[in-house]
């Protein structure tokens, strides 16, 4: 099998000068790991299993199991409303509760779309809220259905801050990354230099552009974690454990928390939760960025995991991660046979196939 995939990964990421990927697999005692490709195509660094990723959305179970922690503390619950952390939001906006902003089915405005042509600095997660805070209304009634969101994980990160009196980015040092020893772990700040750090590319013809940051690059609780392979293993290690003895279905995700996508997925606490086709419960997710597509593949109840992170934003991932997942017997229910990576962004534009 080891074989199968080399062959695979190598044909898509074939060059070690251009950006690429690095893959990592831990699935019915087969545990594999592959790098290709540079972290910067101004220096020699290759890509390993300790280059730090930018994470885009895959960031947003980090946020998540912040809130959860908190609910755990009793600092809130899943009926708190919004309008407690945030007093300026109006009329509908303002009875969001923190569930709806969980699991994507608060129905509020997407901050892309009102960002406007005044906009020429990166936003923060403050300037997310200074956005939507003239809002009045919804696209639907908060739990009625599921409808992706940044704005709920941007909004969720500064309740976090709120709750704690520290900064989001500290707050995930001292909830996890510490305690998980994920050492070189941590959320972007333009003015803090990244460890081991790939920068993103997109594909342009036959060449590669700069392509690390844009004008929403610096919202951290949608998705600002930058970690390696090697770390984000320890993160999927303590999740497991925290899953021992546990109920998987009743208790981390909380039914009330759960919310359908379409068929037997649901979304809860920044995963989306399905069946793999014995039945199994599979958590998923993927992340993009400008210069960055990642996808995670988890079963929380033995730690198994797929994940690819690459530092250049083609869809070349889809392909590989479907091939891989091929040649490891998985599929997933409820995608009709799509590409995992293609299904989920198809979903995070509000086109779910």
Same mark, same amino acid.
């Given at each position: ?44 660094n ?7 990723f ?13 809130i ?5 503390a009793d600092?809130? =619950? *899943?009926?708190?409303?919004?309008? =407690? ?15 709806h ?10 901050y ?21 805070? +003239? ?11 599921f409808?992706?969101?940044?704005t ?5 990160? *500064?309740?976090v ?19 998980? %020893? ?8 333009? %003015?803090?230099?990244?460890? %081991? ?5 997109? +594909? ?13 690059s ?15 293993? $320890?993160?999927?290690?303590n ?6 003895? *546990? ?14 996508? $379409?068929? +037997? ?20 997710h ?6 960055f597509?990642?996808?995670? *593949? ?12 690459? %530092? ?14 091929? =040649? ?26």
């Amino acid at each position: 099998m080891a074989d199968q995939i080399t062959q695979i990964f190598t044909s898509a990421y074939p060059s070690g000068t251009n950006p690429g990927a690095v893959v990592s697999i831990n699935f019915k005692g087969f545990q594999f790991i592959k790098s290709s490709g540079v972290t910067h195509l101004e220096t020699p660094n290759r890509i390993d299993a300790k280059t730090n990723f930018r994470m885009a959305s895959v960031s947003k179970q980090f946020t998540a199991k912040a809130i959860h922690e908190l609910i755990k503390a009793d600092k809130l =619950t *899943l009926d708190t409303r919004i309008s =407690t952390f945030f007093p300026n939001l109006k009329g509908k906006v303002g009875e969001i509760k923190v569930q709806h902003l969980l699991n994507h089915s608060s129905g509020i405005a997407d901050y892309e779309s009102h960002m406007g042509d005044q906009i020429k600095q990166p936003l923060s997660d403050a300037d997310v809220l200074r956005i939507i805070e +003239p809002s009045e209304t919804l696209f639907f009634e908060p739990g009625s259905r599921f409808r992706y969101s940044n704005t709920a994980y941007c909004l969720l990160a *500064l309740i976090v801050e709120q709750l704690t009196g520290e900064s989001y980015a500290n707050t995930m040092k001292t909830m996890f990354f510490d305690p998980f %020893n994920m050492k070189n772990s941590l959320l972007y700040d333009v %003015n803090r230099k990244i460890p %081991n750090r790939a920068y993103g590319y997109h +594909p342009q013809k036959d060449r590669f552009i700069f392509a690390d940051q844009s004008l929403t690059s610096s919202t951290l609780g949608d998705g600002g974690v930058y970690t390696s392979a090697s770390d984000y293993q $320890k993160w999927l290690k303590n999740l497991k454990k925290e899953m021992k003895g *546990l109920n998987v279905e009743e208790d981390y995700l909380n039914r009330l928390n759960s919310m359908p996508v $379409k068929g +037997p997925i649901t979304y809860s606490y920044g995963w989306f939760r399905g069946l793999d086709s014995t039945n199994e419960p599979i958590w998923f997710h993927s992340g993009e960025s400008t210069g960055f597509h990642n996808i995670v *593949l988890f079963y929380p109840k033995t730690g198994e995991h797929v994940l690819l992170f690459s %530092n250049r934003d083609d869809l070349l991932i889809a392909e590989v991660f479907d091939k891989i997942m091929k =040649t490891l017997g998985i599929a997933v229910q409820g995608i009709d046979n799509q590409q995992l990576f293609t299904w989920l962004s198809n979903v995070y534009a509000n086109q779910i196939p």
